[in-house]
């Protein structure tokens, strides 16, 4: 892919991931990938940062006599993620509008 | 590399780099569940694909704002322009640097090393204080409580009395002592641990130089 991933659309995408369920760092970087080409060292940046800013909080779970580090969207990650949504949505339809020579329905 | 070579190098260049413990704890924590949860069949394409330990460990300490290099000058003029940054980062003369540091800290030794004294010399004024304070506290109260068992005998109540006053007496004194030798023995460790770190990072830069 040749588009550049802002921090802000990986912020919001690793945030839709763990919306779906909670989940642990290895699948949330898997799920990531299989979407664009980022490195495991980028995303742990930014869970890092989501963590920070109380948009995902963490529990340790065992697994398999090891522990497991699990990720949960706070209420207020709650929050960042539908205002996340409703940007992307935007953002999409202007983009769409021009690239695609598409009329902007619902702007 | 296997998973437990590339971890390891991974921690001690962020020890190497002066990251703080829990924040090393929390990145070798994350990269450990990577590793185990890519599987031990593919632990050199993950090794592979997070890069070599150097590179990552610059980036997480980037992250957290230390410049691997101790220089943030040359981090910004590496960011502007990376062909440039890579020459003079070839040109730099390392060895004259440090040879230079070295003199600074031989030439000033009488003055540091003065202060050294003093300051250790009061450290262990200190400590010594602290411990008479509570060898006597210790003493008071076993020797009450020893005199209130002997005066039991002769009088009942005098007695009962010089033992509760003993036992209150060892009583604080474990208050105070238990915090107090908590306190010193973190400071020895976090001390050892500092002193062992600033060795470890001088020998690997001459090493380097």
């Excluded at chain 2, 590793?35 to 050199?44: I, K, R, V």
Aim: aromatic letters at 8%.
């Amino acid at each position: 892919m040749g588009f550049p991933i802002s921090a802000g659309l990986l912020d919001s995408m690793v945030l839709s991931v763990v919306d779906r369920e909670d989940t642990y760092g290895y699948e949330i970087t898997q799920f990531i990938r299989s979407a664009v080409d980022v490195s495991e060292s980028t995303l742990y940046p930014v869970l890092k940062r989501l963590q920070k800013n109380e948009l995902l909080e963490t529990y340790d779970k065992e697994y398999m006599g090891r522990n497991r580090r699990y990720y949960h969207v706070t209420p207020k990650g709650e929050k960042a993620l539908e205002e996340y949504r409703r940007e992307w949505k935007k953002h999409k339809n202007m983009v769409d509008r021009i690239l695609l020579e598409k009329g902007g329905e619902n702007t | 590399m296997n998973r437990l070579e590339y971890l390891t190098q991974l921690r001690r260049l962020l020890e190497d780099g002066g990251l703080a413990e829990d924040e090393i704890n929390d990145a070798m924590g994350f990269y450990e569940e990577i590793f185990l949860d890519a599987g031990a069949a593919h632990e050199a394409e993950t090794a592979a694909n997070l890069g070599s330990p150097e590179e990552l460990a610059n980036k997480i300490l980037q992250d957290s704002g230390i410049h691997p290099q101790g220089d943030s000058v040359f981090q910004m003029e590496a960011a502007a322009d990376p062909s440039q940054a890579r020459d003079t980062d070839n040109n730099v003369p390392h060895n004259g640097n440090s040879l230079s540091k070295l003199l600074v800290i031989i030439i000033t030794s009488p003055i540091w090393f003065s202060l050294m004294c003093a300051f250790a010399a009061i450290a262990l004024a200190i400590l010594c204080a602290l411990l008479s304070i509570i060898i006597a506290v210790f003493a008071t109260g076993f020797s009450l409580t020893i005199g209130g068992i002997v005066t039991l005998f002769t009088v009942y109540p005098a007695g009962i009395a010089l033992i509760g006053a003993g036992l209150i007496c060892i009583g604080l004194g474990g208050m105070i002592v238990m915090p107090v030798i908590r306190c010193i023995w973190r400071g020895c460790v976090s001390l050892f641990n500092k002193f062992t770190n600033f060795v470890h990072r001088f020998v690997s830069s001459k090493a380097v130089a």
